[in-house]
């Protein structure tokens, strides 16, 4: 994404934050929706358009978990691994969901890239437990060992969104 | 390194409190650790450092027990309260570093033996002094591949790191230069770059002295020496006008490595050094040093010993024709001073000059009240007027980077872009007319304003310099030269003037050359003074590396470096500062002083001293710009010379009209473009070459584009260059990039450096 793509999207809501490099955050987030990760060349539109430099932009990516600095499948599922979903036997859903996406139980990108898995602390969805997260936007909980299958199969076939908010 | 801010205990504003059991008292204001350590008591830090800006309680290591106050707090971030009490060692304070310095060492590996770091280790120390010394974490601690290069002179060993940030507020914070980072978080944190980049910059190297444990280390020092087989030495940085205070690392006679000292001079360097200062050691031991005398002998070309040289020296210097004598711009006071001497008794008659510039209409500006280094960050306003310091002295740059940020307006006038003028406000000037620049700046009201000026481009503008002068003196302002030469004011103090030899040789009146670390055939120039040169019968060359001039001398005597003399250097700011001997010259080698004197000596006129000290003495005693200073005086710290006599700032030429036809020529100068550079192996992969820069629509009109190649043509001589067209560039200027061995542009100068005017074509 460019400069000025970005700038499109951070000046209206400028006003909002206190401080500049508070936008870091929503710029950063609004060019990960084109590829669904951050190049290098969307860093520095980044940079470009917030005014800081390439080297802290990349650092406040590296931050967060659900900022990629490195391409992932079509879709993300983050399975909540954190007390409540954990007591209702998360460590079992994210082994059923690894095996079916053909990934390794730490988590990963399938061989098609069709799916990436991975670990996520507390999603806020106790009362769903164990719950996982898909892209960004939906939560989803309860889920049996079935429902997880189920979830990979669906994920697999569903085209990817326009834009994607992870 | 410094880690400790100086604190005035006798200042104004004293705060009275308790301090383990003590009433004690510092300024108002002064933060609780910097306060306790001029009150004799240390309590230990990892990440404050005064000169880094605010303190940011990163590292947990300064917890002390306040009365009164919650919990253990930092002492680094607490400033003196009146009435507080104080424990820094009672078990509770000791409880708490105690257990920092535990969660520090969780990850830390226990890799201290093959550690460059170990000996010298704030970490290493404080575990000693403070710690608990024994350790409770039994995981596995993290692992990195090791080490990475940060650049082609910084290793980075990630599992050393306590993330003090230290380093990253460097960058970010003084250097501004905004490319180190912490990347990822928590456990995972590290130092980093924007992936995929090197992290190059005119001072990146401070980081490995500010590094308080082994994370950040030189490439080129490491596992050559340990802390204990080495000593250190206070001296002075060779490489610029600036004077930076240096330490040179001292090993099996060698310099090993070159850092901040200890105990930076705040007036000066501050204790950051630009990454010349620092690698450009390795230049010492260069192939194109001298190493040994050789004597010229009808084209046969012998080795001799050191004595021989000399004698054959004044064999050559005494047999009575007309002597001319070149002190060039590295020689020290006492090189200088000496060669006067030889030229006033021993070769009575002979002529004499420094290489540099003649500077007849500096007077002005130079008389207006001088300021120092440290001086710029307390400034309200900052002017800026001609060169580019960040490139030719460098450390200037972090200083007026420092007063920006303490709120002083920057304002830069000048015909080149550089690097300062986004810090402020940019004026640019038409080539040679500095002084219409000058008299149109409208500069804002300040309690206090140090003009900055460029010692070159004013000396080819003398009006401009007087124009200035007069703005100095209006405001009450004080001024700071930024000098061409790195002991060019040593030199002047000793009355040494710029121009009597090349006068004297163009008019074939010198019939044997004597040059003391002087290079005029690769200077600025070097097309004229090759002329003039021609009628000289023999050449006696003191000199440290091999030069056109040493090609051709009937006599070569290999001189110490810098690294390798005693000596004094006046700065730029006129301190006067001492150079002390980090290295032993090569064997066939010798001081200047050394040579000067042995040559005088045989010429039968032995000078009444034996040593630099007292050489300097009996300079000190003949001119009054020295008057009042010896080595005691100068100290470690340098002591200032005499003020310029005053010189009226009116009355000074209109502007001196450039040479020639075509573009005025802009002259650059890039910090690892020069010859110290390009012997130091350290810098080889950030030196850079020469090259012409032309505004693109320049480009368009002559012809040339970008990447091509092109010559110029000066009424001096002619060179050809490497084109860039760079639209930051203004249009009507020719810029091209002086001091890059081989390159050739000082042959199209003027050896006074006054304007000239090129012509370029396609060669």
Known sequence: MNAAAISAHIEPIRHEYAEGRSLILPALKYAQTEKGHLTREDIEAVAEATGFSAAYVESVASFYDRLYLQPTGQRVVSVCVTLSCMLRGSDELMERICDRAGVSHHGGTSEDGMITVQEAQCLGYCDHAPAVQVDAEQTRGPLTLDDADALVDELRTSPRPDELWR | ?763
């Open chain 2, 1 to 763: 390194m410094a880690d400790y801010a100086p604190v005035d205990l006798t200042a104004e504003g004293q705060v009275e409190f308790e301090l383990n059991g003590r009433r004690v008292s510092a300024p108002a204001g002064t933060m609780l650790v910097d306060a306790a350590y001029a009150l004799g008591v240390e309590v230990p830090i990892f990440c404050y450092e005064p000169r880094l800006g605010a303190p940011i309680g990163a590292c947990r290591m300064c917890l002390v027990e306040i009365e009164g106050m919650r919990g253990l707090q930092t002492a680094c971030s607490t400033p003196v309260q009146p009435d507080m009490v104080v424990r820094t060692n009672s078990d509770i304070a000791k409880d708490g570093q105690d257990g920092v310095l535990e969660f520090l060492l969780e990850n830390h590996p226990l890799d201290c033996p093959v550690c460059d770091k170990g000996g010298e280790c704030p970490l290493q120390d404080r575990t000693f002094r403070f710690g608990p010394g024994r350790t409770r974490f039994v995981e596995a601690k993290r692992h990195f591949p090791k080490p990475l290069d940060l650049s082609s002179v910084i290793a980075l060993d990630r599992e050393r790191c306590i993330s003090c940030y230290r380093c990253v507020r460097f960058s970010q914070d003084v250097a501004e230069d905004k490319a180190l980072v912490m990347q990822e978080r928590g456990a995972a944190a590290e130092i980093a770059t924007l992936t995929g980049d090197q992290y190059e910059g005119r001072f990146t190297g401070n980081v490995i002295d500010i590094c308080p444990v082994g994370a950040l280390t030189s490439i080129p020092y490491r596992f050559t020496a340990r802390p204990w087989d080495v000593t250190n030495t206070p001296s002075i940085c060779g490489h610029d006008a600036t004077g930076t205070n240096v330490e040179l690392t001292l090993r099996e006679g060698h310099v090993a490595r070159v850092t901040a000292r200890p105990e930076p001079n705040y007036a000066v360097e501050e204790g950051w050094l630009s990454d010349l200062s620092r690698f450009a050691y390795e230049g010492n031991r260069a192939p194109d040093r001298l190493t040994a005398p050789l004597i010229r002998d009808d084209g046969r070309v012998k080795e001799a010993s050191l004595d021989d040289a000399v004698d054959a020296a004044a064999l050559v210097l005494g047999r009575g024709g007309r002597v001319g004598i070149l002190v060039g711009p590295t020689a020290t006071v006492e090189e200088g001073f000496l060669a006067q001497e030889l030229a006033r008794t021993a070769l009575g008659g002979a002529r004499i000059q420094r290489l540099g510039i003649p500077g007849a209409g500096l007077d002005a500006i130079r008389s207006q009240p001088r300021a120092e280094l440290g001086d710029i960050d307390g400034a309200g306003l900052v002017v800026i007027v001609g060169g580019d310091p960040p490139n030719q002295q460098s450390i200037v740059e972090l200083r007026v980077r420092k007063a920006r940020r303490r709120g002083a307006a920057v304002i830069t006038v000048g015909p080149r872009p550089h690097a300062l003028e986004p810090v402020g406000t940019a004026v640019r000037s038409e080539p040679g007319r500095l002084a219409a620049a000058i008299a149109a700046l409208d500069l804002p009201e300040a309690a206090s304003t140090i003009v900055l000026w460029d010692e070159a481009d004013l000396a080819a503008e003398p009006d401009a310099a007087g124009a200035l002068a007069r703005i100095v003196g209006d405001r009450g302002a004080s001024q700071i030269e930024l000098g061409a030469d790195v002991n060019g004011a040593g030199l002047r103090a000793l009355g040494l003037g710029a121009g009597d030899v090349l006068e004297a040789a163009a008019a074939g009146e010198i019939d044997t050359l004597l040059t003391i670390h002087a290079d005029p055939l690769d200077g600025p120039g070097a097309a004229d003074w090759g002329w003039a040169l021609g009628r000289v019968r023999a050449r006696i060359a003191i000199a440290a590396y091999a030069s056109a001039v040493t090609d051709a001398s009937t006599v070569v005597i290999p001189a110490a470096t810098h690294y390798e003399t005693d000596g004094v250097y006046v700065s730029m700011t006129g301190r006067a500062q001492r150079l002390r001997p980090g290295a032993t010259a090569p064997a066939g080698a010798a001081p200047g002083w050394e040579l000067l004197i042995a040559l005088a000596h045989r010429l039968g006129a032995p000078p009444p001293y034996r040593s630099a000290a007292r050489a300097f003495a009996a300079a000190a005693a003949a001119r009054p710009a020295l008057a009042g200073l010896d080595y005691d005086v100068i100290g470690v710290l340098g002591a200032p010379v005499a003020a310029v006599t005053p010189v009226s700032p009116n009355g000074v030429n209109g502007p001196r009209e450039a040479a020639g036809t075509g573009l005025p020529l802009v002259t650059t100068t890039r910090i690892f473009g020069n010859a110290a550079a390009h012997r130091s192996e350290a810098l080889a992969s950030v030196r850079t070459g020469a090259e012409l820069v032309l505004n693109p629509a320049e480009g368009e009109r002559l012809g040339i584009a970008d990447g091509a190649r092109a010559r110029l043509r000066s009424p001096h001589g002619e060179c050809i260059l490497a084109v860039r067209l760079a639209a930051d560039h203004p249009a009507g200027a020719a810029f091209a990039t002086t001091g890059v061995p081989g390159a050739g542009v000082e042959r199209l100068l003027p050896a006074d450096r006054g304007p000239v005017n090129v012509e370029i074509e396609a060669p």
